[in-house]
């Protein structure tokens, strides 16, 4: 078992950044495959961005490519998603998640774990 919390969501203006982080519960943060999600009202929960245990291996939604950037700290049991160049359309609540293994998955009904969420508001 794990529990995640986020925190770091806010308000901000287009074409400002900010800093989620999800800590997890648990002594085995570093054998789970984590991964950030986000959904806006009447969508979809969509993926975002995943790291693999060691972050060896990451991946990014193409909407995000080269403006958000995931990394983990396993003595700390916490991922970080640092989101730069936001616009608008980022508008979401923020879902941490995590699941077994060790490889992509970008299904949100595939990962065992979420956390409750923080909200991202880009205003234009």
């Known amino acids: 078992q794990v529990q995640l919390v986020e925190s770091g969501g806010g308000l901000v203006q287009a074409g400002g950044s900010l800093r989620l982080s999800c800590t997890a519960s648990g002594r085995t943060f570093s054998r789970y495959f984590m991964a950030w999600f986000r959904q806006s009202p009447g969508k979809e929960r969509e993926f975002v961005t995943a790291?693999?245990?060691?972050?060896?291996?990451?991946y990014y939604a193409d909407s995000v490519k080269g403006r958000f950037t995931i990394s983990r700290d396993n003595t700390k049991n916490t991922v970080y998603l640092q989101m730069n160049s936001l616009k608008p359309e980022d508008t979401a609540v923020y879902y941490c998640?995590?699941?077994?293994?060790?490889?992509?998955?970008?299904?949100?009904?595939?990962?065992?774990?979420w956390g409750q969420g923080t909200q991202v508001t880009v205003s234009s």
């Open positions: 790291i693999t245990w060691n972050g060896d291996r990451i």
């Open positions: 998640a995590a699941r077994g293994g060790n490889y992509y998955n970008s299904v949100a009904g595939e990962y065992n774990y």
